[in-house]
Nanobody
Framework: QVQLVETGGGLVQAGGSLRLSCAASGRTFSSYAMAWFRQAPGKEREFVAAINWGGGSTYYADSVKGRFTISRDNAKNTVYLQMNSLKPEDTAVYHC?????????????????WGQGTQVTVSS
């Protein structure tokens, strides 16, 4: 069984930065693609960013491109999401997800394991 635990959320002013972390256990982390999704109140879950097993390829939603960076440290079984120039519309619960496949996807249904999420609130 895989466990994913997100940390790093919080309250930040618009224009600020946060770094989310997602620690994985229970499986060979380095063999699998990882992603971040988010869900705001009253809205559907949406793709944010994804990274292939080796970290060589990354993918971003248009809404975060140029502001967010996904990365991974396979030695630490951790994936990160560096969020800069935050906007109020980035407010959401952010979830990390693991796909039992080396190659990332932007589709939530392709991911097999999910963390409980961490709240990010951006004030204007």
């Amino acid at each position: 069984q895989v466990q994913l635990v997100e940390t790093g959320g919080g309250l930040v002013q618009a224009g600020g930065s946060l770094r989310l972390s997602c620690a994985a256990s229970g499986r060979t982390f380095s063999s699998y693609a990882m992603a971040w999704f988010r869900q705001a109140p009253g809205k559907e879950r949406e793709f944010v960013a994804a990274i292939n097993w080796g970290g060589g390829s990354t993918y971003y939603a248009d809404s975060v491109k140029g502001r967010f960076t996904i990365s991974r440290d396979n030695a630490k079984n951790t994936v990160y999401l560096q969020m800069n120039s935050l906007k109020p519309e980035d407010t959401a619960v952010y979830h990390c997800a693991l796909r039992s496949n080396r190659w990332a996807s932007i589709t939530a249904d392709d991911y097999d394991y999910w963390g409980q999420g961490t709240q990010v609130t951006v004030s204007s």
